[in-house]
């Protein structure tokens, strides 16, 4: 990776950036990182949270991650969000999850390096 900070602290600066971890005795086991912004195309509808990236530790994940996007969706709600965008990799699909939480597929992203 290579993180663009200044981008970050500017996300937080403004009040956009969403920050949730996940901690087992204090020690992080996977994190949650989204912007809140209003959306592009429906600006009036209110705040809607973009994933940027997750992570749950691999020996953490019988429920873990599902705990900490339960976490994150209150956060979101408590800053007035009404709708959260998730996404994940072909590789490494989290769809089945999701769908159990109640998220529902909406789009296909397609990604080509130029």
């Keep these: 990776m290579d ?3 200044d981008r970050y602290l500017q996300c937080e ?6 920050v949730v971890t996940a901690r087992a005795d204090r020690k992080l ?3 949650y990182v989204g912007m809140i912004l209003p959306h592009l195309h429906y ?5 809607m949270l973009h994933s940027d990236m997750y992570y749950v530790k691999k020996e953490f994940r019988n ?3 599902a705990k900490l996007l ?3 969706q209150d956060a979101a709600k408590k800053r007035k969000c009404v709708k959260m965008y998730l996404s994940c990799k072909i590789h490494s699909n989290h769809t089945e999850l999701f769908q159990k939480m109640g998220f529902k597929p ?3 992203m397609h990604v080509k390096n130029l």
């Design 63 to 65: 429920g873990s991650g």
């Design 43 to 47: 600006q009036s509808s209110g705040n």
């Design 13 to 18: 600066a403004a009040d956009a950036l969403l």
């Design 106 to 108: 909406s789009d296909i």
């Design 3 to 5: 993180v663009h900070h």
């Design 70 to 72: 339960m976490c994150v």
């Design 29 to 31: 086991v996977g994190y």
